[in-house]
């Protein structure tokens, strides 16, 4: 497997962080070696939130990421601040429910109503990353859906169980029909 | 302990884990970024192990507390940053010149001042050297990784234990914020030190008699042995001596304590070293950089090695003077402006030329930075 | 002193440091007296102190003694006490030390309502280094910072502290010493913070410079300016003008930091199983 670096971009309280290591976590129960950070501003909620993922099966040295595989935006600002340098073969993912307006002239861009999906879908706003991060993974195959799955319920809180799996599932399927 | 298996695990937690496997049961401090998850996770560990978490006033009062507690016998901890850590030299100070165990976590974030909060430096190099008045010596040493933050915290209380002294463990935001995925040793696993503790009778207690091994026995407060501890100048009664003999005799001791314990307290790792003709010296998360740096270097014939040191203080300085020979320049790559190139020059410039990469503005030095850097000196 | 205080005492540490004339003597007499008629375990009892004259007096005590940084004798001790609750711990501090440079500590240690007993030797003055102002230094009176009269306000100590949350709080003075040393010994039966302000007296760099005449004079303006607070229910606002009270001031028990600590770990444990 080739060395996978993620950047997923939004803002503070959409869970990014929380999607980066449900996705480093799954990656793990696969034996893969994996550095997961972040960096955000002094706010909690709103303002620029960045999570980078990189999964690799040789031991990873530089922990941030060099050039991103796979660019997810959830902000308008986010797309705008994050969403230009990326691989050749690079995909950039925006949730078009959050974003008006974006473009980029060299590689693909996916726009997926990541928001609307989580509120009108599932019933819960604060899914998004769930639905955001089983897209990622279908469009990707990093890890498997079952991996993911067992990462996504580890840390989610009980109760819970039923509406991220619901979650997931449009994420996945999303993920299948654009591919 | 059972078996731990792989998990990812944030720096600072692991830290924290590594504290508490060391037997550290008394944790004070202040909320301060990018250090404050040590704090959180203490709060609610400590207690379920019986010992105890305060969240002081001020960072003074953080740093203050852990050594009244360490004096009843405990091993203490705090964490701070940057501003936090300015606050806490005075009492630092007294914990080297009262010679009370202690560990300080900083997780070094962008300075001078309020600085960066959130952003990567590793600007506290000299601090931790030099931060507080007077003379005396310290130890600090520096983790890159994820699973060191743990090993490297359980060293730091052993050495504060075994050498009655405070010791730093210098996080850079990087690796203190960054998760990997690590299997932590199990506790069956790790040396635990603990401090001497006097034997006499309390009559006979002098608590800043040395033996041999240079360090004093310790006694616990409510032990019965009603001792006197004071940052005066003070004699092997613990009481304070104006007497100009006396001060210089206790402050020559106290310079050269762990002088003997080099061997032990000297840690370093080397990459590629035998044949490199370009080194780095690197440390904390620009290590890492470094790593992929000489990966790919090497890969075009170009010979450049790693020498980290894990502790910086004291610096493995007869260690680095003995890989020199064949060397053609050494590159010191950090997040501040020179601070450890300094101290790399000090020891190497007679037989080696030294030049230092420096970034200074809350990201890290990527692998790229240092390959143009050593493309530029080859 | 008293032959059956000495044990108390390392004696091999005397004559104190204390100028001829110096309250701080007599309070540091009245603390161990104090001691004695408490049925203290004298080993498992700690004297934390901070930087000034009144700080020196831990050296001069028997015990396990920590003689800390300018200020922060408060903070120590809650390291001590929190660490250990068996022991019974001391702070000993001066005007400048608690309510300046170590004010912030004073308030929160007395916020947590930590049971530490704390006496504060209060002779207006910062003594050790020469006579400057403190924030309990009178206004208009005269210090090496304020040669033109201290222009500034001053702290109201015992008022202070039960703001802050002190569960006892008490005044005595050099002069009345007997009252004292009850004070302290309430102090020490007080499950919590007890703060006694003790007055004291600094001939040398207080009195000597504000004209108040010799030592002996100084402790009879202690004695002609304290009135007890039993007797000052009975006067008028007249009659207490330019005095203050003396005696305990205030005492209202409530949760005390380490017990609610020791609750704390008992109920995890309880948990656990």
């Not at chain 1, 819970?160 to 399927?173: C, L, P, R, S, V």
């Not at chain 2, 009492?91 to 309020?114: D, K």
């Not at chain 2, 430096?121 to 601090?127: C, E, P, R, T, Y």
């Not at chain 3, 912030?104 to 209060?122: C, S």
Request: hydrophobic residues 40%; proline residues 5%; charged residues 25%.
């Amino acid at each position: 497997m080739k060395r996978w670096e993620f950047r997923l971009s939004g803002s503070g309280g959409q869970g990014l962080i929380t999607a980066g290591i449900i996705l480093g976590e799954a990656a793990v129960l696969e034996g893969k070696e994996v550095v997961q950070s972040q960096s955000y501003g002094p706010e909690a909620r709103g303002g620029a939130s960045k999570a980078e993922v990189i999964i690799d099966t040789k031991k990873i040295h530089y922990p941030k990421v060099v050039l991103p595989d796979i660019i997810l935006a959830m902000s308008q600002e986010a797309a705008q601040k994050y969403g230009s340098e990326i691989k050749e073969n690079g995909i950039i993912v925006i949730d078009s429910s959050m974003v008006d307006d974006f473009k980029h002239d060299k590689v693909k861009v996916l726009k997926i109503p990541i928001t609307k999906l989580a509120k009108d879908e599932v019933g819960k706003t604060f899914t998004a990353n769930i639905i955001a991060i089983a897209f990622l993974v279908g469009l990707t195959k990093v890890v498997s859906f079952d991996s993911l799955k067992q990462a996504v319920l580890n840390r989610i809180p009980k109760g819970t169980e039923a509406m991220n799996t619901k979650a997931m599932e449009i994420g996945w399927q999303w993920s299948q029909e654009k591919l | 302990m059972t078996m731990r298996k792989a998990s990812l695990i944030q720096g600072n937690r692991a830290c924290t884990e590594g504290a508490l496997a060391a037997g550290v049961r008394f944790y004070a401090g202040y909320p301060i970024t990018p250090s404050t998850e040590i704090a959180e996770i203490m709060s609610e560990e400590l207690p379920k192990l019986g010992g105890k978490f305060v969240q002081m006033e001020d960072e003074i009062a953080g740093m203050a507390c852990i050594l009244g507690a360490a004096l009843t016998g405990k091993k203490v901890l705090t964490a701070s940053s940057g501003p936090g850590i300015s606050l806490k030299q005075e009492a630092i100070g007294y914990a080297a010149m009262a010679e009370i165990p202690c560990v300080i976590v900083n997780v070094q974030r962008l300075g001078p001042s309020t600085g960066g909060p959130t952003s990567s430096a590793q600007g506290d190099i000299m601090q931790a050297r030099w931060g507080t008045h007077g003379d005396h010596p310290i130890i600090a040493l520096c983790p890159s990784s994820v699973y060191e933050c743990f090993t490297l915290t359980v060293t730091a209380v052993n050495f504060a234990e075994k050498f009655r002294t405070p010791v730093y463990v210098l996080l850079d935001e990087i690796v203190g914020h960054m998760r990997e995925n690590v299997e932590l040793p199990t506790y069956e696993e790790i040396k635990i030190i603990d401090r001497k503790k006097p034997t006499c009778a309390p009559k006979e207690y002098k608590p800043y008699k040395i033996d041999e091994s240079m360090i004093p026995a310790m006694a616990d407060f409510g032990t019965g042995y009603k001792w006197h501890v004071t940052g005066l100048f003070h004699d092997e009664t613990g009481f304070p001596t104006g007497k100009t003999d006396v001060i210089d005799s206790q402050l020559n001791r106290l310079m050269t304590k762990f002088s003997k314990y080099e061997d032990e307290i000297l840690l370093w790792e080397e990459n590629q070293l035998e044949d490199a003709e370009i080194l780095l010296v690197a440390y904390g998360s620009t290590a890492r950089s470094a790593l992929d740096a000489i990966e790919t270097l090497r890969n075009e014939g170009i010979k450049v090695g790693l020498f980290r040191p894990i502790t910086i203080w004291p610096f493995p300085e007869k260690v680095l003077r003995g890989k020199l020979e064949k060397l053609k320049h050494i590159i010191v790559p950090e997040m501040n402006y020179g601070q450890l190139m300094l101290e790399v020059e000090r020891v190497c410039k007679d037989k080696v030329s030294v030049s230092g990469l420096f970034k200074v503005n809350g990201l890290p030095i990527t692998p790229d930075e240092i390959i143009a850097k050593v493309r530029e000196v080859l | 002193m008293r032959p059956d205080l000495h044990h108390l005492f390392r004696i091999d540490k005397l004559p104190h440091i204390w100028c001829p004339g110096c309250g701080h003597g007599i309070i540091t007499r009245t603390i161990g007296e104090a001691i004695a008629e408490s049925d203290l375990d004298l080993e498992q009892t700690v004297i934390v102190s901070g930087i000034g004259c009144s700080s020196r007096a831990s050296g001069y005590m028997n015990f396990d003694t920590l003689h800390t940084l300018h200020g922060r004798a408060l903070a120590f001790a809650t390291g001590v006490k929190l660490s250990n609750p068996q022991l019974n711990v001391f702070v000993l501090t001066g005007d400048g030390d608690a309510t300046a440079i170590g004010g912030n500590h004073f308030i929160h240690a007395a916020r947590r309502n930590i049971n530490l007993n704390v006496i504060l030797f209060n002779n207006n003055i910062y003594g050790m280094t020469g006579g400057q102002y403190s924030p309990l230094t009178p206004t208009g009176k005269m210090a090496t910072t304020s040669p033109y009269g201290n222009i500034e306000n001053n702290f109201d100590i015992p008022a202070l502290a039960i703001a802050s949350g002190a569960s006892y709080v008490a005044r005595g003075t050099a002069f009345h010493d007997k009252l004292l040393v009850d004070c302290i010994k309430e102090g020490i039966k007080n499950k919590g913070f007890s703060l006694i302000e003790a007055m004291s007296m600094c001939p040398t760099s207080y009195g000597r410079r504000n004209k108040m005449g010799t030592p002996a004079d100084m402790l009879n303006d202690l004695k002609t300016s304290a009135v007890n607070i039993n007797v000052a229910k009975k006067l008028t606002p007249e009659k207490l003008e330019g005095k203050f009270l003396i005696g305990t001031l205030h005492h209202k028990p409530y949760r005390e930091f380490t017990e609610e600590y020791d609750k704390l770990i008992d109920r995890l444990r309880k948990e656990d199983i």
